[in-house]
Nanobody
């Protein structure tokens, strides 16, 4: 009944772009903050971005440096992560996670999330 599903990953050359989607089913995404994370092979999961239930508040990891944009479309119950100027080091499985009734992203790396998606693979290779 309740699930969070990522999509939009794929194989892209350096400098290319992807738009990842995080679609919620069985709950109303508008009441949740969404964190984006990624995990490369052999490495721990790291935070990428966060958008609060108030979408005026967002957070981006420093390594993003203006290349990523997070947004939400509550009518579609979906959050997006636009990734531009992809680099080989962006290669990872990207996950979204939902945290209920959260209006800011200050502690998004420390939250115990209510729901996690299964991830979508992003591969950046020439």
């Amino acid at each position: 009944q309740v699930q969070l599903v990522e999509s939009g990953g794929g194989l892209v050359q350096p400098g290319g772009s992807l738009r990842l989607s995080c679609a919620a089913s069985g709950f109303t995404l508008g009441y949740y903050a969404i964190g984006w994370f990624r995990q490369a092979p052999g490495k721990e999961r790291e935070g990428v971005s966060c958008i609060a239930s108030s979408d005026s508040i967002t957070y981006y990891a420093e390594f993003v440096k203006g290349r990523f944009t997070v947004s939400r479309d509550n009518a579609k119950n979906t959050v997006y992560l636009q990734i531009n100027s992809l680099k080989p080091e962006d290669t990872a499985v990207y996950y979204c996670a939902a945290h209920k009734l959260t209006v800011d992203c200050t502690f998004y790396l420390q939250w115990k999330y209510d729901y996690w998606g299964q991830g979508t693979q992003v591969t950046v290779s020439s």
